[in-house]
């Protein structure tokens, strides 16, 4: 009964203890990494500090990109830091120099080891000098010799052994990337709240040859050839009407249960613009954004946007929390209604649009003129990570839609 008492004391004393001596997260610059295949790490850096009312922020660095995570839950050595609009969370056990745990998102049952040390400015730790410079354009082919193949322009800037730059696709870019060239190899990272990327490649002057990862459910190869001429298929020209059809049409709800087609009053001779969008897709994100700016910028009653969300949440109580935490924090005034909620499959997305020839990217963008006719569907959206390409298109897109509410 003693050695019981003795016992049951030293663990109050120990509980104690730990209890009055909960760790505090030293403030400054972090190094987090992400375990993906093949024993390799994806690392990103954050910037930790308290505002006002002594809440923890965090800002995660890609690149010109700056990622903020302001929703941080604390309980004694358990952190949990939810993602920026996006579902997912990481959570773990932490010091006052370290955090353990995972990066997880629920819907889609995926659950990524996650560390993170303080102090750590390094994104990668630097090796043998670099052999090589790739800055320029790369023709790039991922899964080549595959059905599944697709290309890519790689867009890259190199300073020293550092790089920046990213990847375009037909449909879309693969974020803000940041790495280094180590001697005769190359190591790209992103971290957004959604996606982890992570790109590794072997280099000579003229050739690429590496590997994609996403996270640790996705891995396929790519090979790169300099091309500073190389362009993909214009964006317009992928997606469109199918043969027998001359309208858009559907009819989905929005949060309150109430369905919006495009044949209500609230939309008759305006010009309307469709987008078919997910609430945890990063490049919607990046349109849904540049959507609410030009509204605010452009304050005209005869155009209309009207978003259609396809969540791989798997209720639609959760699809629309999402829609509504989306709503809330970028101030989206248009209505996002639930077109399907317990997938993303583009296949099942296009049975509902049966119009459309495919659905072939998140987002895909249609315009409507004032008499209610298709005039053009971009596929696929290139945020700010494609430099010159956002600047070229943010002025396209304004041309095309004045020239509809201009007839």
Same mark, same amino acid.
């Given at each position: 009964?003693?050695k019981?008492?003795?016992?049951?004391?030293?663990c109050?004393?120990?509980?104690?203890?730990?209890?009055? %001596?909960?760790?505090?997260?030293?403030?400054?610059?972090?190094?987090a990494?992400?375990?993906?295949?093949?024993?390799?790490?994806?690392?990103?850096?954050?910037? +930790?500090?308290k505002?006002?009312?002594?809440?923890?922020? !965090?800002?995660?660095?890609n690149?010109?990109?700056?990622?903020?995570?302001?929703?941080?839950?604390?309980?004694?050595?358990? !952190?949990?830091?939810? *993602? /920026?609009?996006?579902?997912?969370?990481?959570?773990?056990?932490?010091?006052?120099?370290?955090?353990?745990?995972?990066?997880? %998102?629920?819907? +889609?049952?995926?659950?990524?080891?996650?560390?993170? #040390?303080?102090?750590?400015?390094?994104?990668?730790? /630097?090796?043998?000098?670099?052999?090589?410079?790739?800055?320029?354009?790369?023709?790039?082919?991922?899964?080549?010799? #595959? /059905?599944?193949s697709? *290309?890519?322009?790689?867009?890259?800037?190199?300073?020293?052994s550092?790089?920046?730059?990213t990847?375009?696709t037909?449909?879309?870019?693969?974020r803000?990337?940041? &790495?280094?060239?180590i001697?005769?190899?190359?190591?790209?990272?992103?971290?957004?709240?959604?996606?982890?990327? +992570?790109?590794?490649?072997?280099?000579?002057?003229?050739?690429?040859n590496?590997?994609?990862?996403?996270g640790?459910?996705?891995?396929e190869?790519?090979?790169?050839?300099?091309?500073?001429?190389?362009?993909?298929p214009?964006e317009?020209?992928?997606?469109?009407? %199918?043969?027998g059809?001359?309208?858009?049409?559907f009819?989905?709800?929005?949060?309150?249960?109430?369905?919006?087609?495009?044949?209500?009053?609230?939309?008759n001779n305006?010009?309307?613009?469709?987008?078919?969008m997910?609430?945890?897709?990063p490049?919607?994100?990046?349109?849904?954004?540049?959507?609410?700016?030009? +509204?605010?910028?452009?304050?005209?009653?005869?155009l209309?946007?009207?978003?259609?969300?396809?969540?791989y949440?798997?209720?639609?109580d959760?699809?629309?929390? &999402?829609?509504?935490?989306l709503?809330?924090?970028?101030? #989206?005034?248009?209505?996002i209604?639930l077109?399907?909620? &317990?997938?993303s499959?583009? &296949?099942?997305?296009?049975e %509902?649009l049966? *119009?459309?020839?495919?659905?072939?990217?998140y987002?895909?963008?249609i315009?409507?003129d004032?008499?209610?006719?298709?005039r053009?569907?971009?596929?696929?959206?290139?945020?700010?990570?494609?430099?010159e390409?956002?600047?070229?298109?943010?002025?396209?897109?304004?041309?095309?839609?004045?020239?509809?509410?201009?007839?």
């Amino acid at each position: 009964m003693a050695k019981f008492g003795i016992g049951v004391l030293l663990c109050i004393i120990v509980f104690s203890c730990n209890k009055t %001596k909960d760790p505090l997260l030293k403030e400054g610059v972090w190094l987090a990494q992400l375990e993906v295949q093949d024993k390799e790490m994806l690392p990103f850096n954050f910037n +930790l500090y308290k505002t006002e009312g002594a809440n923890y922020t !965090i800002d995660v660095y890609n690149a010109e990109e700056v990622v903020k995570i302001e929703e941080i839950e604390l309980k004694n050595d358990s !952190i949990r830091n939810k *993602m /920026p609009v996006f579902e997912g969370y990481i959570e773990g056990i932490f010091t006052d120099t370290s955090i353990t745990g995972f990066f997880v %998102k629920e819907s +889609l049952d995926r659950v990524v080891p996650f560390k993170a #040390t303080f102090g750590e400015k390094e994104r990668f730790r /630097p090796g043998n000098p670099a052999t090589s410079n790739i800055s320029g354009i790369w023709e790039t082919e991922f899964s080549p010799n #595959t /059905p599944d193949s697709y *290309m890519a322009k790689g867009i890259f800037t190199q300073n020293g052994s550092k790089i920046k730059g990213t990847f375009r696709t037909t449909t879309g870019d693969y974020r803000y990337l940041e &790495g280094l060239v180590i001697g005769d190899s190359i190591k790209l990272s992103t971290f957004d709240g959604a996606h982890a990327f +992570l790109f590794t490649a072997k280099i000579t002057d003229s050739t690429l040859n590496g590997f994609f990862y996403s996270g640790n459910h996705f891995k396929e190869p790519f090979v790169g050839n300099r091309n500073e001429g190389f362009e993909l298929p214009h964006e317009d020209s992928l997606t469109f009407l %199918k043969e027998g059809y001359d309208k858009l049409a559907f009819s989905f709800p929005d949060a309150n249960g109430n369905m919006v087609s495009l044949d209500q009053k609230r939309f008759n001779n305006k010009v309307v613009i469709v987008q078919i969008m997910g609430t945890w897709c990063p490049n919607c994100l990046d349109e849904t954004k540049f959507l609410v700016n030009y +509204l605010k910028e452009n304050n005209n009653t005869d155009l209309e946007v009207v978003a259609l969300a396809f969540e791989y949440a798997k209720t639609s109580d959760k699809a629309f929390e &999402g829609i509504n935490r989306l709503k809330e924090r970028i101030g #989206t005034q248009y209505p996002i209604l639930l077109a399907q909620y &317990g997938s993303s499959n583009k &296949g099942r997305a296009q049975e %509902k649009l049966p *119009m459309l020839n495919h659905i072939l990217s998140y987002p895909t963008t249609i315009f409507i003129d004032k008499k209610s006719n298709v005039r053009k569907i971009h596929t696929g959206f290139n945020g700010p990570a494609t430099g010159e390409k956002y600047i070229l298109f943010k002025k396209e897109f304004d041309d095309f839609v004045q020239s509809l509410l201009n007839e």
